[in-house]
């Protein structure tokens, strides 16, 4: 079962143009060889980094949405520790939308706060009335 992921990674800096899409391409083909899909790809260019890795001080950021089998990414990771012109890199799961009747809008969580109300749903699925900054509040004021 394939799973949504994306992986955000650091070429190095002194990589023209043509060097660093052989780079993009090179992960590309990487997540193609383990049988996963590519989605899209945004190159975000380069960036002074937060402290120096590796004696560098810049990178060239990109940003890539796959989807990969989850027994797979441990082999991308080892394969990318080892690259010489991605040096830095992070794979997260992206999370899962759950879907419920065509055309419904997705599903909150019981007790999730609203982030435009301020309110939480209840599990009977009708909206807390009163907002959670309220109920902070009340909590602070009892101690």
Not at 15 to 22: T, V, W
Not at 114 to 139: F, H
Request: charged letters at 35%; glycine letters at 6%.
């Amino acid at each position: 079962m394939l799973r949504d992921y994306e992986i955000l990674y650091i070429v190095r800096p002194e990589l023209d143009d043509e060097q660093l899409q052989q780079a993009v391409a090179s992960v590309d083909k990487l997540i193609d060889n383990l049988g996963g899909a590519k989605q899209k790809t945004d190159v975000w260019g380069r960036r002074r980094l937060a402290y120096e890795v590796k004696h560098l001080r810049e990178g060239q950021y990109v940003l890539t949405d796959f989807q990969l089998e989850p027994v797979r990414v441990p082999e991308m990771e080892a394969t990318l520790k080892i690259s010489d012109t991605v040096f830095r890199h992070l794979i997260v799961r992206k999370p899962e939308i759950r879907r419920g009747r065509k055309g419904a809008k997705r599903e909150a969580l019981p007790g999730a706060a609203d982030a435009a109300t301020g309110s939480t749903v209840e599990p009977d699925g009708e909206p807390d009335p009163e907002p959670v900054v309220a109920a902070a509040a009340e909590e602070e004021d009892e101690e």
